[in-house]
């Protein structure tokens, strides 16, 4: 089992920037996929970004198309962290983020970004972006 916690979640006016961290522990494993994903009052929870990587390839990165090119995520394998650095948020971007991991080496889609696909799920951080 693997414990996630997440951090840097805060209130930011519009146009500002947030980065979000999801450290990792308890069992390692050397391939896999994490993925942030976030939930408003109300709605599902969306698929935000995702991450994979195995013992032989760098790995690959991928984004809702809502994200793309303000958000950018990266994984840091010495500290066991995933991080989301956030850039020109807007209010619509107001959620909960949340970070999921999974054991599987996730290049699809439909894996990717599914909430069923992880069985590691972090608490939570708030995000408010104000108009």
């Known amino acids: 089992q693997v414990q996630l916690v997440e951090s840097g979640g805060g209130l930011v006016q519009a146009g500002g920037s947030l980065r979000l961290s999801c450290a990792a522990s308890?069992?390692?494993?050397?391939?896999?996929?994490m993925a942030w994903f976030r939930q408003a009052p109300g709605k599902e929870r969306e698929f935000v970004s995702a991450?994979?990587?195995?013992?032989?390839?760098?790995?690959?990165?991928y984004y809702a198309d809502s994200v793309k090119g303000r958000f950018t995520i990266s994984r840091d394998n010495a500290k066991k962290t995933v991080y989301l650095q956030m850039n020109s948020l807007k209010p619509e971007d107001t959620a909960v983020y949340y970070c999921?991991?999974?054991?599987?080496?996730?290049?699809?889609?439909?894996?990717?970004?599914?909430?069923?696909?992880?069985?590691?799920w972090g608490q939570g951080t708030q995000v408010t972006v104000s108009s």
């Open positions: 991450i994979n990587w195995s013992s032989r390839s760098s790995g690959s990165t």
């Open positions: 308890g069992r390692t494993f050397s391939s896999g996929t």
């Open positions: 999921a991991a999974s054991t599987l080496y996730y290049t699809r889609s439909y894996y990717y970004s599914s909430t069923p696909s992880y069985d590691s």
